[in-house]
């Protein structure tokens, strides 16, 4: 027999094909030389996807922050304190620019919030060709931006513009778009709108399929009709992704810049399209004012980092 026996106390050797397990102080050193060996392809594009991000975006942030308290003149930056800060609170145009970005922010959030959400709506009633609506709706995210305001810009044209020949087939005064402050803004919003409302449109669309078909027989069953299903049982199920997404709008909306600067050279007529985006590159590109554009992309983040912390506070709140 090959078991052990009590006269020896010799152990008899392993079978055939099985190895003795290997013991002793050198065990765990090969253990972690072999899981290291395992991984270190995931460790290696781990480290690369960290200095990426480190490099083009935790660095401008730690730039940027010094660059608002420094001024450089001659060649020679000094740490200026507050004199920047103190100097885009004085700019006229700061206050117009922030006036102009809240404008943009409301605009949007009544076109660009609440439009994708109806077509939405709309997309999850029908039961055939659904994928070709949703490749139709989806298809001015998949063109470049600046082709997009580009085919814009060309509709608003005052002579030849396709929005002007719709109101003249209607018989109905043709407008300066672009050229008169009161329909700039607005202007600037339907482009916007049209160009980013596919992405929101399919996530709504997935949230509302993923709603039980049982929550709207219940209402009907109630007497419950298409706006009451949606006030009741639709927004309720997709509180979360709405919430989420309203968020997302006010952070993508506050910095704008490609359509006005497009459509209406960035200030527009009497600077009703000038946002806050727009005035830091002013800063930056033709005033040469680092410290200032630094010190105003600042506030802007610290504005964006409120909003983010008060929809966390009301998240948290929610669950609780």
């Avoid at 209607?170 to 049209?194: E, G, N, R, Y």
């Avoid at 806050?276 to 590109?285: D, E, G, P, S």
Wanted: include cysteine; proline fraction near 5%.
């Amino acid at each position: 027999m090959s078991a052990p026996t009590l006269a020896t106390g010799k152990a008899s050797a392993p079978p055939p094909g099985q190895q003795r397990p290997r013991t002793g102080r050198f065990s765990g050193r090969e253990d972690f030389a072999r899981a290291v060996r395992r991984n270190i392809s995931a460790h290696g594009f781990l480290i690369g996807a960290v200095l990426c991000f480190s490099f083009f975006s935790w660095y401008p942030m730690v730039r940027e922050f010094l660059l608002a308290f420094q001024k450089t003149e001659n060649g020679t930056t000094t740490w200026a304190g507050w004199s920047n800060l103190t100097y885009v609170f004085n700019d006229p145009a700061f206050w117009q620019a922030w006036r102009n970005t809240l404008l943009f922010t409301v605009l949007a959030l009544l076109l660009g919030f609440a439009v994708p959400f109806v077509v939405a709506v709309v997309l999850n009633e029908f039961r055939h060709a659904q994928g070709y609506l949703r490749l139709l709706v989806y298809l001015p995210v998949m063109l470049p931006p600046v082709a997009s305001v580009l085919l814009f810009k060309y509709f608003y044209d005052p002579g030849y513009g396709l929005f002007n020949r719709i109101l003249e087939f209607f018989h109905l005064p043709a407008q300066q778009w672009l050229q008169d402050t009161s329909t700039s803004m607005l202007s600037v919003v339907i482009a916007s709108t049209w160009m980013s409302m596919g992405g929101a449109t399919l996530i709504y669309l997935a949230a509302l399929q993923g709603i039980p078909g049982e929550l709207y027989e219940a209402a009907e069953l109630d007497g419950a009709g298409l706006l009451r299903k949606i006030w009741h049982v639709t927004i309720p199920q997709t509180r979360l992704i709405l919430s989420l997404l309203l968020l997302m709008q006010i952070i993508a909306t506050m910095q704008v810049f490609t359509e006005p600067f497009l459509l209406t050279n960035g200030a527009g007529p009497e600077g009703s399209t000038t946002t806050v985006v727009y005035l830091i590159y002013q800063y930056a590109f033709n005033f040469n004012n680092y410290g200032a554009a630094a010190a105003l992309g600042l506030l802007l983040l610290v504005v964006l980092a409120g909003f983010s912390a008060v929809y966390v506070r009301l998240s948290r709140s929610s669950e609780d």
